[in-house]
């Protein structure tokens, strides 16, 4: 888990901060269910997946600007090794907001009235 965080570099540190955001939210909502917690859980959701993208665009560019610097017989290997670490924040994000939604949804169904 270390290394997956360390090779998502900067982007993990925002992506983590909203994402434990949304959860502990979301895990609120599901104990105790409100719509204005409902809403933050959903908005912290959202901006934890475009902390992600940013995270992964950011590595994504940072890895085609150099890997010119490379010699051309490894840049191919270069390029999809560091693309392949690129897309660690986005999948830290995707989690996240999976576990986050997942609370939510049990919120949601709890502040559900009875009957409807």
């Not at 933050?40 to 890895?63: K, P």
């Amino acid at each position: 888990m270390r290394t997956f965080f360390l090779e998502g570099r900067f982007g993990m540190f925002p992506t983590a901060l909203f994402g434990f955001l949304a959860v502990a939210v979301a895990l609120m909502c599901a104990l105790r269910p409100d719509e204005r917690r409902l809403g933050l859980a959903r908005h912290l959701a959202a901006i934890t997946l475009l902390a992600g993208l940013f995270g992964t665009m950011l590595g994504v560019g940072g890895t085609l600007r150099y890997v010119g610097q490379v010699p051309p017989e490894h840049q191919l290997e270069m390029a999809a090794l560091g693309c392949a670490q690129s897309l660690n924040p986005l999948v830290l994000a995707a989690f996240l907001a999976i576990v986050g939604g997942l609370l939510s949804l049990i919120g949601a169904y709890r502040r559900r009235p009875a009957g409807g």
